[in-house]
């Protein structure tokens, strides 16, 4: 016929809004979950060098128990991490976001907004991808984040705003449920 069955998923990020995401969604609709994620993600994303490296420990349990978990290719081997089977490394993009200036987009929710992309995910919200300067996460032990952060936040826009072109290009779409933030001016809410 000819209609195409709308695929759903969240990604949940760590900012505060977090604590909004609905964790009573339908069992068809899937997550995807960063770094140090509050629950347990369908799909796991960490390009982050400091979690990769540094906390291979306190993120194990999240990447083992990901269908899959997307892992930065910069760090192939570091530790055994790697040695999971559900993991795929990601690296700079040669398809749909070969404009990127970095594969990570200095975000991981940009590279899980690449993954759902191609996973034929047709509609993503985003809850906890609270874009401000100060980078607050929904709890307090969540580690601090980069220097820079204006110039960082500048690049993520930038890829953000790529992921939304390449997303309409293709009549998907991308609704963001965080707080209020320069994005409302790049995804719809």
Known sequence: YGVEMT??????????????????YPEDVQTFGMNYA????????CIDSDVIVKSADKIKPLVVGAKVAFLSGLHFGANDL??????????????????ETFMSGFTA????????????????????????LDWAHYRKDYPAGASDRARRMGVMEW????????YAS???????HSNPSK???IFAR
């Open 7 to 24: 695929r759903t998923c969240f990604i949940i990020g760590n900012g505060p809004s977090f604590l909004r995401a609905p964790m009573d």
């Open 82 to 99: 790697y040695d999971c089977a559900n993991v795929r490394l990601v690296d700079k993009d040669t398809q749909s976001f070969k404009a």
């Open 183 to 185: 994005l409302d001016a």
């Open 109 to 132: 929710a940009y590279v899980a907004l690449k993954m759902a992309y191609y996973m034929g995910y047709t509609e993503v919200h985003l809850y906890g991808i609270d874009h401000s």
């Open 38 to 45: 509050g629950f347990q993600p369908d799909y796991y994303v």
């Open 159 to 166: 890829h953000y705003q790529l992921a939304a072109n390449v």
């Open 170 to 176: 293709a009549g998907r779409r991308i609704i963001n």
